[in-house]
């Protein structure tokens, strides 16, 4: 993933704006997302840990008077993603003296003609990205390439990393198999930036060990990719949570032949479950996988079948699992989160007594 709205993993909702706990003794968050995805559930579930949070699932225009109703009950709004409902809000909240967080870095921020990828192509994509995080309180980048993405956009932007975060609790290695895995939607766009027909073409090259590649099937682009696929190949299309986890728990590999990403939370995950990164050096990759892993260039099968092979001879699942740990733990996501709260919330004694006297967590640079 560059988290955004093309991700593979999505969770089904299990909260709505009518959620809003009783009381007065914590701060509360509107926090709007225009996606269910994983990653905005587990920040739900951090900021609920610390605030009073409305959640609300932005599904188009019709959702504007409800995010102004909601926006009048809170302190914070809290808007996944700089598009335009994020732009309206933070102009909202700064109307009606509130504060807001945009979390971004992905898809919503980046704009790269050479394969049709991201909302910066668009006039209207770069005004919502330039506003949302212009005039947001704070900006939270998902790493620091996003970060600097976020900054090209808006130079005055408050912007500060804050990377996404996995349950090591939920992604553990198991019995490791001669087992590849690759997670993207199966998409016309994702072929060229997920570097899908490269994995394919790679695995026809590396027979002796089976290669998945996980993720709804969006269009005719998987006849296309089964049409050059080997027999070790298979589509699985979408897995449900368990069977996901039971996959990455068994693989020795895991593939992500991106053109970029703004982060990669299934590249983490995967990491998190001793699988031994594969990856091009671009976007967020880097910063995600350090020195734990093997780099390929952008569309070359030849160098990634060979990084595979030596990949699936390494054995160093387990440093892959720690690097995740040291860097990418629920309890740094959530500790900073609680930071950004408090900071945006200096002016509030509501805000800041609920959030306590706390510091940074420490999380050390990435290494590039």
Request: aromatic share 8%; charged share 25%; proline share 4%.
């Given at each position: ?10 969770k ?15 701060a ?43 926006l ?6 809290y ?9 309206v ?7 009606v ?32 990205a ?9 900006v ?35 019995s490791?198999?001669?087992?590849v895995?690759?997670?993207a ?5 994702n ?39 080997s027999?070790n ?22 593939c ?40 390929v ?27 995740v ?7 740094a ?21 609920a959030?306590?006297?706390v510091q940074?967590?420490?999380?050390p640079?990435?290494?590039?």
């Amino acid at each position: 993933m560059g988290a955004e709205p093309t991700v593979a993993r999505v969770k089904a909702s299990t909260s709505s704006a009518e959620d809003l706990p009783p009381g007065p003794s914590r701060a509360r968050i509107l926090l709007v997302y225009p996606i269910d995805a994983t990653f905005i559930q587990a920040d739900l579930a951090h900021l609920r840990s610390i605030c009073e949070v409305v959640p609300l699932e932005f599904r188009g225009s019709r959702d504007y008077l409800s995010l102004l109703k909601w926006l009048l009950r809170v302190d914070v709004v809290y808007c996944w993603f700089a598009l335009e409902f994020a732009a309206v809000s933070v102009l909202l909240a700064k109307l009606v003296g509130r504060k807001s967080i945009v979390v971004a870095g992905g898809w919503d921020v980046t704009g790269i003609a050479e394969i049709g990828y991201g909302r910066l192509l668009r006039r209207r994509g770069r005004l919502a990205a330039r506003v949302a995080c212009g005039i947001a309180d704070l900006v939270l980048a998902f790493s620091d390439w996003s970060a600097a993405q976020v900054r090209q956009i808006a130079p005055r932007a408050r912007v500060r990393r804050a990377y996404l975060s996995v349950d090591l609790d939920a992604f553990r290695p198991g019995s490791k198999e001669d087992l590849v895995v690759c997670v993207a939607h199966v998409s016309r766009q994702n072929i060229a930036r997920k570097g899908l027909r490269t994995y394919v073409r790679a695995a026809n090259l590396v027979p002796e060990a089976r290669f998945l590649l996980v993720g709804r099937l969006w269009d005719e682009s998987a006849e296309e990719l089964r049409a050059i696929a080997s027999s070790n190949v298979t589509l699985t299309g979408w897995l449900e949570d368990a069977e996901f986890k039971d996959v990455l728990a068994r693989a020795k590999v895991y593939c992500q032949a991106s053109f970029t990403e703004g982060f990669g939370v299934a590249l983490a995950e995967a990491m998190a479950s001793g699988c031994v990164p594969v990856v091009c050096r671009a976007g967020a990759m880097p910063e995600v996988v350090g020195d734990v892993g093997l780099y390929v260039p952008y569309g070359d099968e030849r160098s990634l079948a060979s990084a595979v092979r030596e990949a699936l001879q390494s054995g160093r699942g387990m440093e892959a699992r720690d690097r995740v740990h040291r860097l990418f733990s629920s309890g740094a996501r959530r500790e900073e989160l609680r930071i950004a709260v408090q900071e945006v919330g200096r002016a509030s004694p509501l805000i800041a007594s609920a959030s306590g006297s706390v510091q940074p967590a420490v999380v050390p640079r990435a290494r590039r």
